[in-house]
Nanobody, 114 residues
Framework: VQLQASGGGLVQAGESTRLSCAAS????????MSWLRQAPGKGLERVAA??????NYGKSVAGRFTIYRDGSNNTVHLQMDSLEPEDTAVYYC??????????WGQGTLVTVSS
């Protein structure tokens, strides 16, 4: 099982960027996919999740972030618009089927400068 996250880096406040997570080693279509983040000195926060025909967003990103999945490439993306310095965090990709089949990517850092 592998979740390879990419994207992120340094962006200016108000700009956009996109994170991608390429999945392999499991049946992608059967798993709920999520993006979570951990800001410096803070706990883990679920940013967005996508299941079968359903998406959910954290209050702090609703209306600015969009999660979508590409079944043909087994990839989940997080489009992040109108970025704020408070969005600075390490972003993690997660794939979950149940409490046993719960997989994590390595994390990718997004830094938003004001």
């Amino acid at each position: 099982v592998q979740l390879q996250a990419s994207g992120g880096g340094l962006v200016q406040a108000g700009e956009s960027t996109r994170l991608s997570c390429a999945a392999s080693g499991f049946r992608f279509s059967s798993f709920a996919m999520s993006w979570l983040r951990q800001a410096p000195g803070k706990g883990l926060e679920r940013v967005a999740a996508i299941g079968v025909g359903r998406t959910n967003y954290g209050k702090s990103v609703a209306g600015r972030f969009t999660i979508y999945r590409d079944g043909s490439n087994n990839t989940v993306h997080l489009q992040m618009d109108s970025l704020e310095p408070e969005d600075t965090a390490v972003y993690y990709c997660n794939a979950r089927r149940d409490y046993i089949r719960d997989y994590w990517g390595q994390g990718t850092l997004v830094t938003v400068s004001s």
